[in-house]
């Protein structure tokens, strides 16, 4: 975890850093449980419920964004809100990312330039608002620019598996924001869920946003884009889409800020 960071940057008492001790990460693991088992309804096994963390092999090797609030201490006491940070090179040493369970991502690992895969991401429910949010992506700004990412991907859930309550925001994602061909993913064949299930006509662009979740709207305003297919994820109570995000669009968007703090923070 030593060297990945990129100091801490501070709006009043919130601040945004990469997770420097194992007990900041279990923070974040134990987070992750309370949101997506107790709140959302995933599905536990005896382990993940008896440790109530949520980890698997890829959170040795990832780099841990952490919104931390000063105001509840330091270290571990202070963790509300994660994101989960995975680089090539980590992701060589565990045999891949994470999201190739799901999609083929071929075409996004034979771009040039450095990849970043971004998952687990998740905000204590007293935290949610725009404050937060607007630390995570201006901390995703600052990774991003510290280790020169040119790409960014991951899986982002949309909640529930029910295709027909979900076949509107499908439906417009893929009429409207399905990846250019050399960086597109696509769902394996077995998990395969066709996404256009609307008749591009019968699509409510404004109703299709609202029934976004507040992360994959986050991903679009960058620019993002998604992949061919979804993926239903019985463990976690979601349909999955692989969102795509060229970087340069992160960087401007948040660079000044970056910059104005980081002296201040370094």
């Known amino acids: 975890m030593s060297g990945a960071g990129f100091g801490e940057l501070r709006s009043g008492n919130l601040g945004v850093r990469v997770a420097t001790a194992q007990e900041e990460v279990d ?59 995975i680089r090539r090179a980590a992701a060589e040493k565990v045999g891949g990312f994470y999201s190739a369970s799901e999609y083929d991502i071929g075409p996004l690992l034979a771009q040039p330039g450095q990849v970043l895969e971004l998952g687990r991401s998740c905000v204590d429910a007293h935290y949610r608002n725009r404050a937060a949010m607007q630390l995570l992506w201006s901390g995703i700004a600052a990774y991003v620019s510290r280790h020169q990412i040119a790409l960014m991907f991951g899986c982002a859930s949309l909640p529930g598996t029910d295709l027909d309550a979900l076949a ?24 395969f869920v066709p996404m256009d299930r609307l008749d591009p006509a019968q699509i409510d662009a404004r109703a299709a946003l609202a029934d976004l979740p507040p992360l994959v709207k ?49």
């Open 27 to 85: 923070a974040a693991q134990a987070l992750r449980y309370r949101v997506f088992y107790e709140e959302m309804g995933a599905h536990p096994d005896a382990e993940t419920a008896a440790t109530a963390r949520d980890r698997d092999a890829f959170d040795a090797v990832a780099d841990h964004l952490l919104v931390v609030d000063h105001n509840l201490g330091e270290g571990a006491a202070s963790v509300v809100g994660t994101y989960r940070l």
């Open 168 to 191: 509107l925001p499908l439906s417009y994602l893929h009429a409207q924001h399905l990846a250019p061909a050399e960086i597109r993913p696509r769902a394996v064949p077995e998990r």
């Open 218 to 266: 986050g991903y679009l305003r960058l620019g993002g884009f998604v992949g061919d297919g979804a993926v239903i994820d019985t463990q976690f109570n979601t349909t999955d889409v692989c969102v795509v995000v060229k970087t340069e669009l992160v960087t401007e968007k948040y660079s000044r800020h970056y910059e104005r703090h980081r002296g201040a923070q370094e």
